[in-house]
């Protein structure tokens, strides 16, 4: 075997290696960014959960403190915009936590108010319901910590050498996290 052929059997055993490294970091990007695209479904369905659960607790609540409208009305109109924002093909993932942080408020401000009626308090299917929501709640913080958790491995992939490289010839762009706000960070101190 001559030299000649030695050269040409290195630089196709190099070209394979990196067709491969490249098919491979490839694959990677593409299954994180399904990961990503999946942790943003599943906060998806926690979040519809809630926005639907909603109804029911206001009505619970209005049947023992019927006088108390602008709180109805101020929840009402976050869950109706959570569901604009949620069905909105534009909205963005910061638009969506800005809508629910908003309907999170206000669904604060409704147990708030319930807690000044200690009938309500006792109602069997109040309980159930904040049960519910409660449940909703976890739900929701676990899907959007997996979903940021995701987002940062995508998000560090496309910005780490060599990585980079195969994400940059790809298109493949960086997600964005899910943010809570500022009035989100504050615990709230809820008696029942």
Not at 22 to 37: C, F, H, K, P, Q
Not at 129 to 141: H, T
Request: proline content about 2%.
């Amino acid at each position: 075997m001559g030299t000649g052929a030695i050269v040409a059997i290195v630089v196709a055993a190099v070209v394979v290696v990196v067709a491969l490294w490249g098919v491979s970091m490839y694959n990677n990007l593409v299954a994180l960014r399904n990961r990503v695209e999946n942790g943003w479904s599943q906060i998806d369905v926690q979040l519809k959960r809630r926005t639907d659960l909603v109804p029911n607790l206001v009505e619970t609540v209005k049947g023992y403190a019927s006088h108390e409208s602008a709180v109805f009305e101020k929840v009402t109109e976050a869950r109706a915009a959570a569901l604009q924002t949620a069905c909105s093909q534009t909205a963005t993932a910061a638009d969506r936590a800005e809508a629910e942080s908003n309907l999170s408020r206000a669904l604060m401000n409704l147990t708030a108010t319930a807690e000044a009626y200690p009938d309500l308090k006792a109602n069997q299917n109040f309980l159930d319901l904040q049960a519910q929501l409660s449940d909703i709640e976890e739900k929701i913080a676990y899907a959007r910590q997996f979903y940021n958790d995701v987002v940062q491995k995508l998000n560090t992939k496309i910005e780490m050498f060599p990585s980079n490289i195969v994400a940059g010839m790809f298109h493949f762009s960086k997600a964005e996290y899910f943010r809570a706000d500022e009035l989100d960070k504050v615990v709230p101190q809820i008696r029942f």
